[in-house]
Protein backbone atom coordinates (compact mmCIF):
# COMPACT_ATOMS: atom_id res chain seq x y z
CA UNK A 1 0.00 0.00 0.00
CA UNK A 2 1.42 3.53 -0.86
CA UNK A 3 0.58 6.35 1.64
CA UNK A 4 1.66 9.93 1.55
CA UNK A 5 1.34 12.79 4.23
CA UNK A 6 2.58 16.14 3.84
CA UNK A 7 1.44 19.53 5.04
CA UNK A 8 0.52 21.79 2.06
CA UNK A 9 0.57 25.14 3.64
CA UNK A 10 -2.43 26.04 1.73
CA UNK A 11 -3.63 28.90 0.38
CA UNK A 12 -0.66 30.69 2.08
CA UNK A 13 2.15 29.17 -0.51
CA UNK A 14 3.48 31.65 -2.92
CA UNK A 15 1.78 30.46 -6.28
CA UNK A 16 -0.09 27.84 -5.05
CA UNK A 17 -2.26 27.38 -7.86
CA UNK A 18 0.53 26.06 -9.69
CA UNK A 19 1.68 24.16 -7.21
CA UNK A 20 -1.36 22.44 -6.15
CA UNK A 21 -1.63 21.59 -9.64
CA UNK A 22 1.84 19.96 -9.32
CA UNK A 23 0.87 18.22 -6.35
CA UNK A 24 -1.84 16.65 -8.27
CA UNK A 25 0.26 15.03 -11.49
CA UNK A 26 2.21 13.96 -8.77
CA UNK A 27 0.38 12.22 -6.67
CA UNK A 28 -1.85 10.65 -9.95
CA UNK A 29 1.78 9.50 -11.13
CA UNK A 30 2.51 8.20 -8.01
CA UNK A 31 -0.88 6.60 -7.61
CA UNK A 32 -1.39 6.41 -3.80
CA UNK A 33 -3.63 4.53 -1.73
CA UNK A 34 -4.24 6.80 0.52
CA UNK A 35 -3.18 10.48 1.69
CA UNK A 36 -2.94 12.76 4.50
CA UNK A 37 -2.62 16.72 4.13
CA UNK A 38 -2.43 18.98 7.29
CA UNK A 39 -2.81 22.90 7.02
CA UNK A 40 -5.66 22.10 4.32
CA UNK A 41 -7.23 25.31 4.76
CA UNK A 42 -10.53 27.04 2.81
CA UNK A 43 -11.85 30.72 2.54
CA UNK A 44 -13.54 31.54 5.17
CA UNK A 45 -15.90 33.68 3.38
CA UNK A 46 -16.29 31.58 0.63
CA UNK A 47 -20.27 29.72 0.24
CA UNK A 48 -20.80 26.30 0.81
CA UNK A 49 -20.25 23.58 -1.92
CA UNK A 50 -20.50 19.39 -2.07
CA UNK A 51 -18.85 16.90 -3.61
CA UNK A 52 -20.32 13.89 -4.72
CA UNK A 53 -16.96 11.72 -3.11
CA UNK A 54 -16.78 14.23 -0.07
CA UNK A 55 -17.61 12.03 3.03
CA UNK A 56 -18.62 14.32 6.11
CA UNK A 57 -16.70 12.88 9.48
CA UNK A 58 -18.59 12.63 12.70
CA UNK A 59 -17.63 15.38 14.59
CA UNK A 60 -16.80 16.32 18.18
CA UNK A 61 -16.83 20.59 18.32
CA UNK A 62 -16.71 22.81 15.66
CA UNK A 63 -18.64 21.85 12.69
CA UNK A 64 -17.72 24.07 9.99
CA UNK A 65 -19.04 23.32 6.65
CA UNK A 66 -17.39 22.71 3.26
CA UNK A 67 -16.99 25.62 0.85
CA UNK A 68 -15.81 26.71 -2.15
CA UNK A 69 -12.12 26.89 -2.45
CA UNK A 70 -11.61 23.94 -0.53
CA UNK A 71 -7.29 23.39 -0.66
CA UNK A 72 -8.79 19.32 -0.42
CA UNK A 73 -11.58 19.82 -2.64
CA UNK A 74 -9.14 21.86 -5.66
CA UNK A 75 -7.02 19.08 -5.36
CA UNK A 76 -9.47 16.19 -5.73
CA UNK A 77 -11.09 18.06 -8.81
CA UNK A 78 -7.34 18.36 -10.22
CA UNK A 79 -6.83 14.51 -9.87
CA UNK A 80 -9.90 14.06 -11.70
CA UNK A 81 -8.58 15.76 -14.79
CA UNK A 82 -5.81 12.48 -14.12
CA UNK A 83 -8.75 10.18 -13.97
CA UNK A 84 -7.76 9.33 -10.56
CA UNK A 85 -10.95 9.53 -8.20
CA UNK A 86 -10.73 9.61 -4.48
CA UNK A 87 -12.99 10.07 -1.97
CA UNK A 88 -11.87 12.69 0.99
CA UNK A 89 -12.68 13.57 4.19
CA UNK A 90 -12.29 17.29 5.58
CA UNK A 91 -12.45 19.03 9.52
CA UNK A 92 -11.14 22.29 10.55
CA UNK A 93 -9.04 22.88 13.92
CA UNK A 94 -9.48 26.71 13.93
CA UNK A 95 -9.07 30.07 12.21
CA UNK A 96 -5.91 30.41 10.19
CA UNK A 97 -4.60 33.30 9.47
CA UNK A 98 -7.70 35.47 10.46
CA UNK A 99 -9.43 34.31 6.89
CA UNK A 100 -8.97 30.67 6.91
CA UNK A 101 -11.30 27.34 8.02
CA UNK A 102 -7.34 25.26 8.68
CA UNK A 103 -7.83 21.83 9.24
CA UNK A 104 -7.08 18.38 7.91
CA UNK A 105 -7.46 16.00 5.30
CA UNK A 106 -7.59 12.21 4.26
CA UNK A 107 -8.09 11.20 0.68
CA UNK A 108 -8.71 7.86 -0.13
CA UNK A 109 -9.00 4.81 -3.24
CA UNK A 110 -12.19 3.58 -1.13
CA UNK A 111 -14.80 5.08 0.73
CA UNK A 112 -14.04 5.90 4.53
CA UNK A 113 -15.80 6.21 7.58
CA UNK A 114 -14.23 9.11 9.55
CA UNK A 115 -14.33 10.96 12.95
CA UNK A 116 -12.70 13.68 14.61
CA UNK A 117 -11.56 13.97 18.23
CA UNK A 118 -10.57 16.69 20.00
CA UNK A 119 -6.91 16.50 21.38
CA UNK A 120 -6.21 20.45 23.00
CA UNK A 121 -7.00 21.86 25.97
CA UNK A 122 -9.04 24.69 24.06
CA UNK A 123 -12.33 23.84 21.79
CA UNK A 124 -12.69 27.71 20.39
CA UNK A 125 -12.18 27.95 17.14
CA UNK A 126 -10.83 31.09 17.19
CA UNK A 127 -8.04 29.92 19.28
CA UNK A 128 -5.16 28.40 17.41
CA UNK A 129 -3.97 26.10 20.08
CA UNK A 130 -7.23 24.23 19.43
CA UNK A 131 -5.99 21.28 17.30
CA UNK A 132 -8.03 17.82 16.43
CA UNK A 133 -7.40 14.45 14.94
CA UNK A 134 -8.81 13.37 11.85
CA UNK A 135 -9.74 9.48 12.51
CA UNK A 136 -10.83 7.14 9.65
CA UNK A 137 -11.50 3.52 9.07
CA UNK A 138 -10.74 2.17 5.48
CA UNK A 139 -11.20 -0.91 3.88
CA UNK A 140 -8.12 -1.32 1.48
CA UNK A 141 -6.71 -4.66 -0.63
CA UNK A 142 -9.14 -6.69 1.52
CA UNK A 143 -7.61 -5.42 4.80
CA UNK A 144 -9.30 -2.88 7.45
CA UNK A 145 -6.84 0.09 8.12
CA UNK A 146 -7.48 2.88 10.86
CA UNK A 147 -5.64 6.27 9.36
CA UNK A 148 -4.99 8.74 11.92
CA UNK A 149 -4.13 11.97 10.40
CA UNK A 150 -3.07 14.99 13.22
CA UNK A 151 -1.16 18.26 12.91
CA UNK A 152 0.32 19.11 16.86
CA UNK A 153 1.53 21.80 18.58
CA UNK A 154 5.11 22.22 19.64
CA UNK A 155 6.41 20.20 22.99
CA UNK A 156 6.44 23.24 25.19
CA UNK A 157 5.01 26.47 25.29
CA UNK A 158 6.53 30.01 26.36
CA UNK A 159 5.28 28.91 29.96
CA UNK A 160 7.12 25.79 29.66
CA UNK A 161 3.71 24.01 29.84
CA UNK A 162 4.01 20.39 27.84
CA UNK A 163 1.57 20.97 25.41
CA UNK A 164 2.13 17.75 22.73
CA UNK A 165 2.25 15.79 25.37
CA UNK A 166 -1.52 16.93 26.73
CA UNK A 167 -2.59 16.17 22.95
CA UNK A 168 -0.37 12.81 22.40
CA UNK A 169 -2.01 11.64 25.59
CA UNK A 170 -5.52 12.05 24.39
CA UNK A 171 -4.64 10.86 20.74
CA UNK A 172 -3.61 7.71 22.76
CA UNK A 173 -6.52 6.86 24.13
CA UNK A 174 -8.12 6.50 20.52
CA UNK A 175 -4.75 4.26 19.49
CA UNK A 176 -5.19 2.41 22.78
CA UNK A 177 -8.83 1.41 21.94
CA UNK A 178 -7.88 0.01 18.13
CA UNK A 179 -4.04 -1.22 19.04
CA UNK A 180 -4.51 -4.47 17.44
CA UNK A 181 -5.71 -3.34 14.08
CA UNK A 182 -3.27 -2.03 11.30
CA UNK A 183 -2.98 1.68 12.43
CA UNK A 184 -1.33 3.90 9.99
CA UNK A 185 -0.76 7.56 11.89
CA UNK A 186 0.71 9.95 9.99
CA UNK A 187 1.13 13.94 10.18
CA UNK A 188 2.91 17.51 11.32
CA UNK A 189 4.05 16.03 14.78
CA UNK A 190 6.20 19.72 15.18
CA UNK A 191 8.55 17.66 17.24
CA UNK A 192 12.48 16.79 16.20
CA UNK A 193 13.40 13.54 15.40
CA UNK A 194 16.94 14.14 17.43
CA UNK A 195 15.56 16.25 20.49
CA UNK A 196 16.37 13.85 23.00
CA UNK A 197 13.60 13.29 25.78
CA UNK A 198 10.94 15.52 24.44
CA UNK A 199 8.06 15.18 21.73
CA UNK A 200 9.60 12.15 19.32
CA UNK A 201 10.32 10.10 22.14
CA UNK A 202 7.74 10.40 23.93
CA UNK A 203 5.34 8.90 20.74
CA UNK A 204 8.10 5.99 21.04
CA UNK A 205 8.01 5.37 24.19
CA UNK A 206 4.22 5.88 25.17
CA UNK A 207 3.06 3.96 21.99
CA UNK A 208 5.48 0.72 21.59
CA UNK A 209 2.91 -1.02 18.74
CA UNK A 210 4.00 1.84 16.67
CA UNK A 211 6.97 1.78 14.58
CA UNK A 212 8.44 4.98 12.44
CA UNK A 213 8.36 4.31 9.02
CA UNK A 214 11.87 6.03 8.74
CA UNK A 215 13.59 3.60 11.08
CA UNK A 216 12.19 -0.03 9.99
CA UNK A 217 11.97 0.42 6.13
CA UNK A 218 14.20 -1.48 3.85
CA UNK A 219 14.73 1.25 2.04
CA UNK A 220 15.32 4.63 2.69
CA UNK A 221 15.62 8.17 1.19
CA UNK A 222 16.12 11.73 2.32
CA UNK A 223 15.85 13.12 5.85
CA UNK A 224 14.59 16.13 6.39
CA UNK A 225 10.85 16.90 5.77
CA UNK A 226 11.54 21.02 6.39
CA UNK A 227 14.15 23.73 6.18
CA UNK A 228 15.20 26.51 7.36
CA UNK A 229 12.54 29.30 8.75
CA UNK A 230 9.11 28.23 8.29
CA UNK A 231 6.05 29.07 9.97
CA UNK A 232 6.45 27.50 13.58
CA UNK A 233 10.30 27.48 13.18
CA UNK A 234 11.27 31.20 13.14
CA UNK A 235 14.15 31.01 15.38
CA UNK A 236 15.83 28.24 13.73
CA UNK A 237 17.86 27.48 10.07
CA UNK A 238 18.73 23.55 10.62
CA UNK A 239 16.70 21.36 8.55
CA UNK A 240 14.40 19.04 10.88
CA UNK A 241 12.71 16.06 10.70
CA UNK A 242 9.17 16.59 12.13
CA UNK A 243 6.72 14.91 9.87
CA UNK A 244 6.19 11.33 10.29
CA UNK A 245 4.25 8.03 9.62
CA UNK A 246 4.05 5.90 12.49
CA UNK A 247 2.62 2.32 11.53
CA UNK A 248 1.52 -0.94 13.34
CA UNK A 249 4.92 -2.93 14.25
CA UNK A 250 3.76 -5.62 12.71
CA UNK A 251 3.55 -4.08 9.34
CA UNK A 252 6.43 -4.18 7.05
CA UNK A 253 7.67 -0.93 5.69
CA UNK A 254 9.53 -1.59 2.18
CA UNK A 255 10.43 2.07 1.39
CA UNK A 256 10.05 5.48 3.07
CA UNK A 257 11.33 8.37 0.79
CA UNK A 258 10.94 12.33 1.59
CA UNK A 259 9.46 13.51 -1.20
CA UNK A 260 8.54 17.59 -2.80
CA UNK A 261 12.31 18.19 -1.39
CA UNK A 262 13.68 19.23 -5.11
CA UNK A 263 15.78 15.85 -5.18
CA UNK A 264 12.45 13.99 -5.11
CA UNK A 265 10.02 16.15 -6.81
CA UNK A 266 9.80 20.43 -6.99
CA UNK A 267 8.75 21.71 -3.80
CA UNK A 268 5.21 22.21 -3.34
CA UNK A 269 4.95 23.40 0.54
CA UNK A 270 7.15 24.84 3.47
CA UNK A 271 7.31 20.94 4.69
CA UNK A 272 8.44 18.10 2.41
CA UNK A 273 6.45 15.26 1.99
CA UNK A 274 6.85 11.80 3.66
CA UNK A 275 5.96 8.32 1.14
CA UNK A 276 5.74 4.77 2.41
CA UNK A 277 5.21 1.85 0.87
CA UNK A 278 3.88 -0.86 2.91
CA UNK A 279 4.47 -4.75 2.56
CA UNK A 280 1.01 -6.56 2.52
Known amino acids: MKVLTLNVHGWMEKFASKKIK ?21 PMKEGMTEHKRFIKPSQEVNLVPLKKGNYAGVLVKELEKFGKYYFWTWSANHIGYDKYDEGLAILSKTPQNSQVINISQSTEYDNVGTRNILKSEISIFDKKWLIFNGHFSWWEDPEDNQIFKHEWDRAQIALNENMKENIIFMGDFNNEASTYNKGYDYVLKTAPFLNDSYTIAQENYGYATMKGKIDGWKTTSDSKRI ?38
Open 243 to 280: DYIFVSDKLTVQKNHVIFNQDNESIVSDHFGVEVIILE
Open 22 to 42: QLAQVIATKDYDVIALQEVNQ
